[in-house]
């Protein structure tokens, strides 16, 4: 999930390509990309391995743009991007189960830290994920909260704010886990907030969902039912996000 849902210089490929991936159209952003050069067929890969995690779709395609990204690459920049989508990926599969590729997703992501040094632009995302393998694959919630405010901290310094987005939602994630109310509604207003004013459809009705669950009545219920129109207006993307979304049962009466 990298980029920052703008485009610097009104380019109209960016633009177009953005559109598309903000409404859940992965596929057809990325047929707009040629990867003839390092860059753009680093940018088709992320775009189709953010596919997958959002549709559970198109692990093949994945692979392919991937490994035609990792073959292009020749600078420590770009092979540590590419590493990064490697992880990212590895790590996709096996938090879906799809296949367990954690070992693939750790080796990946180390690789990346190793080429992509501190302070980089790059560096951001790359912690931001390294969070996301420490929380859901190792358990390990201090690691993720460390990794996650460095990410939000390189999202910060390299005005990232659909990367600001993510770092606000799961270090609220961490908050509300913590018994610290006040500032997981904070942080999941933020990553709204964000999400909303970088018209990001498809990470909206992800970002109501997690707000509602630090409200009460009758405004939870109110960012629930924003969240299942979204979701039924992409076409049930993200396809995680139905267990989220199934209204409780009613109460029985006497």
Same mark, same amino acid.
């Given at each position: 999930?990298?980029?920052?849902?703008?485009?610097?210089?009104?380019?109209?490929?960016?633009?177009?390509?953005?559109?598309?991936?903000? &409404?859940?159209?992965?596929?057809? +952003? @990325? !047929? %707009?990309?040629? #990867?003839?050069? =390092? $860059?753009? /067929? *680093?940018?088709?890969?992320?775009?189709?391995?953010?596919?997958?995690?959002?549709?559970?779709?198109?692990?093949?395609?994945?692979?392919?743009?991937?490994?035609?990204?990792?073959?292009?690459?020749?600078?420590?920049?770009?092979?540590?991007?590419?590493?990064?989508?490697?992880?990212?990926?590895?790590?996709?599969?096996?938090?879906?189960?799809?296949?367990?590729?954690?070992?693939?997703? &750790?080796?990946?992501?180390?690789? +990346? @830290? !190793? %080429?992509?040094? #501190?302070?980089? =632009? $790059?560096? /951001? *995302?790359?912690?931001?994920?390294?969070?996301?393998?420490?929380?859901?694959?190792?358990?390990?919630?201090?690691?993720?909260?460390?990794?996650?405010?460095?990410?939000?901290?390189?999202?910060?310094?390299?005005?990232?704010?659909?990367?600001?987005?993510?770092?606000?939602?799961?270090?609220?994630?961490?908050?509300?886990?913590?018994?610290?109310?006040?500032?997981?509604?904070?942080?999941?207003?933020?990553?709204?907030?964000?999400?909303?004013? %970088?018209?990001?459809?498809?990470?909206? $009705?992800? /970002? *109501?969902?997690?707000?509602?669950?630090?409200?009460?009545?009758?405004?939870?219920?109110?960012?629930?039912?924003?969240?299942?129109?979204?979701?039924?207006?992409?076409?049930?993307?993200?396809?995680?996000?139905?267990?989220?979304?199934?209204?409780?049962?009613?109460?029985?009466?006497?």
């Amino acid at each position: 999930m990298s980029g920052n849902g703008t485009t610097p210089g009104d380019d109209p490929l960016q633009t177009a390509v953005w559109r598309l991936r903000s &409404r859940g159209c992965w596929a057809d +952003a @990325a !047929a %707009l990309l040629l #990867p003839a050069t =390092p $860059a753009a /067929a *680093l940018q088709r890969a992320s775009l189709l391995v953010e596919r997958c995690l959002y549709t559970e779709e198109g692990w093949e395609e994945a692979e392919d743009a991937l490994r035609t990204a990792e073959a292009l690459a020749h600078s420590d920049d770009e092979r540590g991007a590419a590493a990064c989508e490697r992880g990212y990926l590895a790590y996709a599969a096996t938090l879906l189960a799809v296949r367990d590729r954690a070992d693939e997703a &750790r080796a990946a992501l180390g690789r +990346a @830290a !190793a %080429l992509v040094p #501190p302070g980089a =632009p $790059a560096r /951001a *995302l790359l912690d931001f994920r390294r969070g996301l393998l420490a929380e859901n694959l190792t358990r390990s919630p201090q690691a993720a909260r460390a990794a996650y405010r460095r990410a939000h901290a390189g999202a910060t310094a390299h005005a990232d704010p659909l990367l600001l987005s993510f770092t606000w939602r799961h270090l609220a994630g961490c908050a509300l886990r913590d018994g610290e109310l006040a500032e997981a509604r904070h942080g999941f207003a933020e990553s709204l907030r964000i999400r909303e004013e %970088l018209g990001y459809l498809v990470g909206t $009705a992800p /970002a *109501l969902v997690s707000l509602a669950d630090t409200e009460t009545e009758p405004e939870a219920s109110r960012l629930r039912e924003e969240a299942r129109r979204l979701y039924r207006l992409l076409g049930g993307v993200p396809t995680w996000l139905a267990r989220h979304l199934t209204p409780a049962p009613p109460a029985a009466t006497a």
